[in-house]
DNA sequence: AATTAGCACTCGCCGGTCAGGAGTGCTAAT
DNA sequence: ATTAGCACTCCTGACCGGCGAGTGCTAATT
């Protein structure tokens, strides 16, 4: 009978996924011995590894080679490292050193991040920018341009700005714009973008907006300066990857390029993310993206006040080192968290 | 003697390039009679394809390869290319149909342009941003978000938008701010972000300012708004360059796509292509960069009124098809142009 | 009953050899 | 000046055999 997991097991489980880590080479029964001075013979182990191989944790790529672990194996051992160690006191010096340097515009700080991620990792580093919808509503301005043209900035609470060109029917003179402006900074703010929304639309069922040309006008003016596109996301260190071994194949290779261009999926994994707080991990197969196979992708949520804002994370493959990464994550996700939480 | 180029070599090398650019094989003398129906032995085009080798037109693998163009050979091709046709009907189309999407905003607008370089060409599509300080200021205003923290937005005439989060010493009330806002805004409107630069120096030691502590206050936080970090620049379609037959070898492959993430050497080499208007071609080592070996570059640039603003561009193999894509990139620049100048 | 030594077997990897083919360069004929 | 003919080069792919790492099984050991 197969039992289970027991102490040794695990124990050689552990072993060979953690040699398997770091040479990225089928690990054969010797090895194993040798590298963990064992008190056991090879034969033994190559008995525990057959029955490992049959509970599914190990497959051989043929029959002579050594084992290399699965995707189940990685999962096993990942949830078996929830005494997760925080990260190293070099990694968090520079994670720290890098999120002070992060200056400039928001979006600048998230590109920062992103950076800082793969290059503490070694792998790509991937941050989503907070939904806009969630953010609070702070002031909106509209700005002529030439012509026709009006430039509406809006900007949030977390000092965010989204800004769209409109192209008017006919022009509106300045002082209307600033009434207009005012209007709708007076109505909305403190609110979330997301609520911003229907308000507007009460508003417009509202009777005084009805009497008032202007109001509707500033209120149809807001719905064409939301921009409800998709989301940001940002990408960094897509070379760090490179020098993995297991992508001496080029298909693999460009399999991962084409998931990092389109975005879309990505982006919808990392948003079904900001449901579960905290860390979490897909490996190989568990994000149901193909493009995906063989990668896995560690997350975490970052959190301004009370409300979590955004995911950020590190892609690599599926044979990643968790138990530096986990770490590396998590605590970037609290400086991320601390960094929006200045205020 | 070496003849230069008589009528007949001349044919053969475009034959050989035009062969090699879409076999992307070496080619031998008999490939190239029967592919081009010459009436010419195999044995004759082998002396003139031995004279262009000598001449630095040709190179050979090894002995009994055909032979492949050198880097002087495409610019050899390119130059006597200048009958340069205009793009297919069915490229201009798709071109024309994506710029006309490009709504939103400015930033949007390159981005899309990009990608439609690429999706296009099937190489990678660039596009640099106008430098910012080339732009014409047209307005200015500080958001107050939470506690000290200031949000400054740049506004120009083209609606481009530079926003930045600045720590303030000590809180400023409202109403000082768009006292500040206003003086800023009527002093620099209608001068280029460069022009500005100057002026305010010139203002600061103006006696006006030294007397009113909040107009000196005012130019001291323009100094901190105004971001002189690096231009942006749109890169996409790099999954696109990997069907290319070169890149099996992986190395090749890291260098592009280090040089692609560190984006300033590529930066500072579509800035000096602004000098020049029109299409600028590098061949290969011809852009000094070693992270663009094997690789050439197709830039044009894009003006708005009478100053050029920026370049766009493809980067492909230096076995590029460079009479499709220099049509291309050429309504492309066209098309941007027109998008920026409907005013 | 668990562990281990021993051993036959498997299979990828590496180097060497060999035939085939594409292409060249040279020479002599046209 | 062009071309046919031919020897020569060198890459490619297939095939082969030995090596080594690793396995699985069996029998001996603890």
New interface residues.
């Given amino acids: 009978m197969l039992e289970p997991m027991n102490n040794r097991n695990r124990q050689i489980l552990e072993a060979i996924i953690e040699d398997y880590i770091s040479t990225a080479e089928p690990i054969g029964s010797g090895a194993i011995r040798s590298r963990h001075g064992l008190s056991l013979s090879s034969a033994t182990i190559r008995n525990v590894m057959s029955d490992l191989e049959e509970l599914g944790f190990l497959a051989s790529p043929h029959t002579s080679a050594g084992r290399i672990p699965t995707e189940k194996a990685y999962r096993f051992y990942v949830d078996s490292l929830l005494a997760v160690r925080s990260a190293d006191r070099s990694e968090r010096d520079e994670i720290r050193r890098r999120c002070a340097v992060a200056?400039?515009?928001?979006e600048?700080v998230f590109r920062e991040i992103s950076q800082t991620l793969s290059s503490v990792s070694h792998y790509m580093g991937i941050v989503a920018a907070p939904r806009f919808t969630a953010h609070i509503f702070?002031?909106i301005?509209f700005?002529r341009?030439?012509?026709r043209?009006l430039?509406a900035?809006l900007?949030s609470?977390?000092?965010s700005?989204?800004?769209?060109?409109i192209e008017l029917q006919e022009e509106i003179p300045a002082e209307h714009l600033t009434k207009m402006a005012n209007y709708l900074n007076s109505i909305l703010t403190g609110l979330t973008i997301a609520e911003v929304k229907s308000r507007i639309i009460a508003e417009m069922q509202s009777e005084k907006s009805n009497y008032d040309s202007l109001m509707a006008d500033a209120l149809k003016l807001w719905q064409q300066s939301i921009?409800n596109?998709e989301e940001e996301i940002f990408i960094?260190?897509?070379?760090n990857i490179?020098?993995q071994p297991e992508?001496?194949d080029?298909q693999q290779?460009?399999n991962i390029?084409?998931a990092?261009?389109q975005k879309s999926q990505l982006l919808s994994l990392l948003d079904s993310c900001i449901q579960a707080p905290g860390i979490n991990i897909f490996i190989g197969s568990e994000s149901h993206l193909n493009s995906m196979s063989g990668m896995s992708l560690i997350t975490s949520t970052y959190v301004s006040g009370k409300n979590t804002l955004g995911v950020l994370g590190v892609i690599g493959p599926t044979r990643m080192g968790y138990s530096k990464v986990i770490p590396i994550v998590d605590y970037t996700a609290k400086m991320l968290t601390r960094l929006l939480t200045?205020?």
């Fill in positions: 200056g400039r515009d928001v600048g702070r002031q301005e700005i341009l030439g012509g043209r430039l900035i900007v609470q977390s000092g700005v989204q800004n769209r060109i921009d596109g960094e260190g897509q070379a490179l020098d992508f001496a080029v290779m460009k390029f084409r990092i261009e200045v205020d």
